[in-house]
Antibody, heavy 122, light 108 residues
Framework: QVQLVESGGGVVQPGRSLRLSCAASGFSFSVYGMHWVRQAPGKGLEWVAVISYDGSNKYYVDSVKGRFTISRDNSRTTVYLQMNSLRTEDTAVYYC???????????????WGQGTLVTVSS | SYVVTQPPSVSVAPGQTARITCGGYNIGGTSVHWYQQRPGQAPVLVVYDDSDRPSGIPERLSGSNSGNTATLTISRVEAGDEADYYCQVWDSRSDHVVFGGGTKLTVL
């Protein structure tokens, strides 16, 4: 069965960096796009970034462009989110999620991990 | 980028029908997907491509999409349906995934 396990969250000071990982199993990782979605405490879902199946295309929400980088290692079936210059407003649970369709088209997110909490605070 | 709007809350008695809307300009021209999120849990896809259900999702949950409004309909509402529901689209003009603000379904 599909499993997505996030790790790397924690407490970090504003301006510092953190790297999240999402280990995937149970499906052909290398043919699916992968997403990061976050949810601030008590708030709704906010999409953060997507990476295509081969890593050639990456898209970001405007609020993280230039600060966050999504990447993947198909040999390790893992997707990453490098977060630099963190701000207090980046505090959230970060979920990784698998795209529904194989290939390059972004559709919907059919499997989600349980999330990892990132707290940005001095 | 594209904006989709949901009502913050919907309340319904057990056994009745709940309708949760997702509004956006000409949203009927794109595919809409719906997620259920119970407290403390990750979101779960419940309807995709306007009206299809993933395996394991009961037929009581259904979707429609036309004009400027997409709708998630939950028939014969049960206590276990109490959750937050989010609609989602892919905005191909901005290359962004867009979520609605979410609707809290309360079962009275």
């Amino acid at each position: 069965q599909v499993q997505l396990v996030e790790s790397g969250g924690g407490v970090v000071q504003p301006g510092r960096s953190l790297r999240l990982s999402c280990a995937a199993s149970g499906f052909s990782f290398s043919v699916y796009g992968m997403h990061w979605v976050r949810q601030a405490p008590g708030k709704g879902l906010e999409w953060v970034a997507v990476i295509s199946y081969d890593g050639s295309n990456k898209y970001y929400v405007d609020s993280v462009k230039g600060r966050f980088t999504i990447s993947r290692d198909n040999s390790r079936t893992t997707v990453y989110l490098q977060m630099n210059s963190l701000r207090t407003e980046d505090t959230a649970v970060y979920y990784c999620a698998k795209d529904f369709n194989p290939g390059a088209t972004v559709t919907n997110l059919d499997y989600w991990g349980q999330g990892t909490l990132v707290t940005v605070s001095s | 980028s594209y904006v989709v709007t949901q009502p913050p809350s919907v309340s319904v008695a057990p056994g009745q029908t709940a309708r949760i809307t997702c509004g956006g300009y000409n949203i009927g021209g794109t595919s809409v997907h719906w997620y259920q999120q119970r407290p403390g849990q990750a979101p779960v896809l419940v309807v995709y491509d306007d009206s299809d259900r993933p395996s394991g999702i009961p037929e009581r949950l259904s979707g429609s999409n036309s004009g400027n409004t997409a709708t998630l309909t939950i028939s014969r509402v049960e206590a276990g349906d109490e959750a937050d529901y989010y609609c989602q689209v892919w905005d191909s003009r901005s290359d962004h995934v867009v979520f609605g603000g979410g609707t809290k379904l309360t079962v009275l």
